[in-house]
């Protein structure tokens, strides 16, 4: 687990999953029942909102900021100005650690997903949400027919969904 993520972070993130995965004993997709049970059309849609501004995220948090924290006014004014001033700086830095936060969460969760997909669904997963590639081009990619590359999608949106859903993502 990663305390704070950096470009390296954001970078290396496909390949931890995919040695995570290739390393992963005893992984299947998921069966018909299960997949038909948590599966829902918008899963997908969803999943890529939260990627894409996953993905989005690295260009915001990994930029450092250094921000003069010393104030040019005395202890006296601020106490008798009114508590309903804007602090633009301030909110800017709060958002700014909140999506930092919720990226090294979404992170690690990741990882962790990593040892629970096959190694097609890692494939498929950094392909589509990563690699922002088709679904004919990912199965290109892994030799297989679009039929199979289906079972493979559905199994892992549905992972990801419940993984998401143990932390409250979706």
């Known amino acids: 687990m990663i305390e704070e993520i950096s470009n390296y972070n954001f970078i290396e993130l496909p390949d931890i999953m995919l ?9 299947q997709l998921l069966s018909d029942s299960i997949i038909k049970y948590y599966y829902y059309t918008d899963l997908k849609k969803d999943i890529v909102n939260i990627f894409r501004k996953f993905v989005y995220s690295k260009y915001l948090i990994t930029k450092k900021d250094n921000f003069n924290l010393k104030s040019n006014t ?16 301030g909110d800017y830095i709060e958002k700014k650690i909140d ?3 919720w990226s090294k969460d979404l992170y690690n969760i990741l990882v962790c997903l990593s040892y629970r997909l096959t190694y097609e669904e890692t494939t498929y997963l950094i392909s589509s ?10 199965s290109e990619k892994l030799g297989i027919c679009r039929k199979t590359l289906y079972k493979i999608k559905k199994s892992c949106l549905v992972k990801i969904k419940l993984e998401f859903d143990k932390y409250n993502f979706i």
């Open 19 to 27: 040695n995570n995965s290739k390393n992963a004993k005893y992984i």
């Open 74 to 89: 005395n202890s006296f004014e601020l106490l008798t100005k009114s508590n309903t001033i804007n602090d633009k700086v």
């Open 129 to 138: 949400f990563f690699e922002s590639k088709s679904e004919e081009e990912i």
């Open 99 to 101: 999506l930092s936060i």
